[in-house]
């Protein structure tokens, strides 16, 4: 608030919260934005079509940190519902540093896979994502995927 010297009287002036504009008066709405294509997602299904070969599938599984794409094409356990298996994945990296016994959770840091065979039950090594590193499930030794940490959408 000032005060006004030649009448003595006090004048308000603005908050900052006054002073600023917000967004939504700043934005033209009868534009359409030049990121916005309509016929991008006819686009996308298109390529999403030719990948796949005419195979169908449960989901399309994202990593659930950045969302980036992990399969096009998977399967739902039949008794696990937030579990997927896949063979042909994208965006994902094997750790074959961690290696996992499907019998126990005793995990056999640096051990080759030949050296983690020989102890009895299934090798599994960590898949995370190939942009954030997040983990998102396992690989098994015949190179099936099983995703237990990954973001289903409509297929």
Known sequence: ?????????MAESPTNSQQTVSDDDE???????????P?????????VQKRRKGHTSDAVLSCPACFTTL??????????VTQYRAIFVINCKIDSD????QNGPKLIKGKS?????SVSGETLKKVSCSACSTEV????????????NALPSES
């Open 1 to 9: 608030m000032e005060v006004d010297g030649s009448k003595g009287s």
């Open 27 to 37: 934005i033209d709405y009868s534009v359409k934005p030049e990121f916005y294509d």
């Open 39 to 47: 016929k991008l997602d006819d686009k996308d299904e298109l390529w």
């Open 71 to 80: 399969c096009l094409e998977c399967q739902r356990h039949e008794k696990y």
């Open 98 to 101: 961690q290696v996992f016994k």
């Open 113 to 117: 896979r030949r050296e983690a065979s």
């Open 137 to 148: 499930g396992v690989v098994d030794e015949d190179e099936v995927y099983h995703f237990f």
